[in-house]
């Protein structure tokens, strides 16, 4: 995977961003204000993509890093559908995190832990169902970066 310079980030994120607004109005997420960042993420720059949901408040925040915006077209739609389906957890999450007060920090710990693993698993089984339902990302034929 090389390196993106900042030039070539800015650029691809600007050609994106409108591609990330059609597929989430496709998905249902037409209400949530998503900021997408044209720099990698700080703290999880390793990760392919990040999306925060913020607290509640159906905005949400977008990182697409150098993994993600050198996948194929096809990887790269998927990548994108995944962390948007993210945003549909996002408020049930939240009402889950509410509960970590009744059950002990090591017994809370070890739930947690096992229930974000599976949501990954289902979150990338429902995004490889979605995603072909879906347009291709703009310049598809020269996404190759």
Do not use: C
Not at 39 to 66: I, K, S, T, Y
Request: net charge negative; hydrophobic share 40%.
């Amino acid at each position: 995977m090389a390196a993106l310079t900042d030039e070539q980030r800015k650029e691809r994120i600007a050609q994106i961003t409108p591609y990330i607004t059609e597929i989430q109005a496709a998905m249902g997420l037409g209400h949530w204000h998503i900021i997408v960042y044209d720099e990698r993420h700080p703290r999880l720059p390793e990760m392919v993509a990040v999306v925060d949901p913020g607290d509640g408040q159906n905005m949400g925040e977008l990182w697409l890093n150098d993994g993600a915006l050198n996948e194929t077209p096809d990887d790269l739609r998927n990548t994108i559908v995944h962390e948007l389906l993210h945003l549909h957890e996002a408020h049930w999450l939240q009402a889950v995190d509410e509960l970590s007060g009744e059950f002990g920090k090591t017994a809370w710990n070890v739930w947690m832990a096992g229930f974000r693993r599976e949501i990954e698993y289902m979150t990338d089984a429902l995004s490889r169902v979605l995603a072909p339902h879906l347009p291709l990302p703009p310049n598809a034929e020269e996404q190759a970066i």
